[in-house]
């Protein structure tokens, strides 16, 4: 592959860790969990979408755009990541919230919501849950025309086939370090939702022959749904690069079984996992992706999974900013 064909902004001064959760695997007894921290990424709070915007924001740069526009649910780590991004850049960013869960805009709440405003976002159009979001994008960027500007539509979680160029990116930087580390990998355990993320991973995985299975763990959507659109966004990525040979159906793995009643809707195994993660290794997730999906990894690997000995890389996605509005989810007993 030959990612530098492909403009790319930096926001994040080199590689990602990658280091042991001893505690974890020892608790656990068997496979060998590892971490990679993609939550240490650039971006104001960091997490996986800063990969994204690498891509997205430089062909936003080239097109002359002055506006960045994307949407995301309430609490979005996405908008919070696009939004710094334009800040960094001096663009401007409008963005459109889907009330997912009805009522759950609150102006004066914390987390993402207080950055959004921190970081002095230009417009925020909430609107209710099954809104169609690409349009709605589409007529702010008409009303930007209108007054002789010109903003740049990023599609949900940036995951479109260039932004998804940002975890094939993430894909060889795991390579190289896992040969530099002397760890051979043997599976990788990632968060999937908007998708690009997921299909990114496998795009380059397969596009290096790597031959390291990935399981996304859902957030949101049934197994067969989501793995459909992992297939087909993970298809799109392998035509950019130009890589010919399709990814075989069986290396689209997803697991729907952590995602409680809904998304962001919390579940006890997602708390048990940031209470765990947070207690035996200091590590911070968050309640609606990398909670559910360390849920996944944890139960996974206690029902025997993956076989003892083996290396299991879990990829932290961030979201930890969101932490502060969800205190009673994540503290709950369980
Ligand atoms: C967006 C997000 C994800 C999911 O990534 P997708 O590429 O949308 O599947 C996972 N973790 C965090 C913290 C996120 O913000």
Redesign the pocket.
Known sequence: MHLSRFPRRRYTAGPTPIHALPNLTKDIGGANLFIKRDDLLGGAGG???TRKLEFLVADALAQGADTLITCGAVQS??CRLTLSAACTEGLKCQLVLEERVAKSYDEDASGNNFLYRLMGVEKINVVPGGTDLGAAMVETAAALAAQGRKGYIIPG?G?NSLGALGYVACAEEMLAQSFEMGLRIDHVVV????????AGILAGIHGNNAQIPVTGVS?RHPQARQEASIAALAASVCDRLGIAAPIPAGEVRVADAYVGEGYSLPTDSMAEAVQTFARREGILL?PV??GKAAAGLLDLARTGHFAAGENVLFVH???APSLYHYRADVLRSV
């Open positions: 997490g996986n979408k780590n996405h979680g995951s968060a999937s939702g908007s998708g690009g993320t997921h957030v968050d992706y990398t996605t961030g979201g």
